[in-house]
Structures are given as C-alpha cells and as structure tokens.
C-alpha cells in the first residue's frame, strides 16, 4: 500500500492521516484489523470527519460504523465529484 514510500520512514503518529486514508482506501481485511488496533475509534472518527470525504462511499460508510459515528452518506451511482461534471 505504501509503494510511492519508504514505509521505515512512515511515523504512524506524525502521519497518521496518510496511513488511515491509504489503509481505509486500498487495504485488504489484514490491514483493515491491524488499523483496527494501530488506532482508537476516536482517531478514526476523527479523521472520517476531517477528510472521509476522500474515501469512496462504500468505505466511508464502512469505517463510520467501526468508528461509531454517524456522517452524511452521498448517494451512490452519480460520477463522483472529482470529475468536475
């Protein structure tokens, strides 16, 4: 997940923002456990607050459940907003 990385030189406090957003976005069930652990509920909740609107819908929904938090779910199946259109 961290290829564009050294991941020796990832601090999982400093950049706490850049390993949930890659771990919450691309990881499979082993990384989605270990960040699980590696972080509080609070953190995570913290961080889908700040920058969920990153994630994808399908994930954004998942890990506001994990992170017991309720947030605004856009609607599925319209171009995301990225696309300028």
Known sequence: MFWDTDPSGVDLERHRDY????VM?????????????AYSAEALAD????????LA?????????????????PRGGARPAWTGR
Do not use: N
């Open 19 to 22: 390993v949930m957003e890659r």
């Open 25 to 37: 976005s691309r990881g499979g069930w082993a990384a989605m456990r270990w960040l699980r652990q």
């Open 57 to 73: 819908p399908r994930e954004l929904a998942y890990w506001a459940v994990i992170a017991g938090i309720e947030l605004p779910i």
């Open 47 to 54: 961080f889908l607050r700040r920058k969920g609107h990153r």
